[in-house]
Nanobody, 120 residues
Framework: QVHLVESGGGLVQPGGSLRLSCSAS????????MGWYRQAPGKQRELVARITSGGSTNSADSVKGRFTISRDNAKNTVYLQMNSLKPEDSAIYYCNADIRRVGGIWINYWGPGTQVTVSL
């Protein structure tokens, strides 16, 4: 079994910062792309940012200059540093990763999600 577990969500005031973490665990052979998506109430899930195993990144225009994605390949962990948070950033944030298990094939996994609320 492979699991993704997110942490770091919470309540923050507008203009504040949060750092999300997501670690992959289990019988992992290799991890390829990792990323963060978010879903606000009544809206579709959308890409926030993704990062390749080599460190190349892409992110949504709405978060450029405010959010930074990074990863630690040795720990199979991806991070999302969120600065200058706005109320419209409020959503459930989901970790996503392409993982190959030992003796297995590549599978796309999702974490259970962590709530981020930006409000006074």
């Amino acid at each position: 079994q492979v699991h993704l577990v997110e942490s770091g969500g919470g309540l923050v005031q507008p203009g504040g910062s949060l750092r999300l973490s997501c670690s992959a665990s289990g019988r992992i052979f290799s991890v390829n792309d990792m990323g963060w998506y978010r879903q606000a109430p009544g809206k579709q899930r959308e890409l926030v940012a993704r990062i390749t195993s080599g460190g190349s990144t892409n992110s949504a225009d709405s978060v450029k200059g405010r959010f930074t994605i990074s990863r630690d390949n040795a720990k199979n962990t991806v991070y999302l540093q969120m600065n200058s948070l706005k109320p419209e950033d409020s959503a459930i944030y989901y970790c996503n990763a392409d993982i190959r298990r030992v003796g297995g094939i590549w599978i796309n996994y999702w974490g259970p999600g962590t709530q981020v609320t930006v409000s006074l």
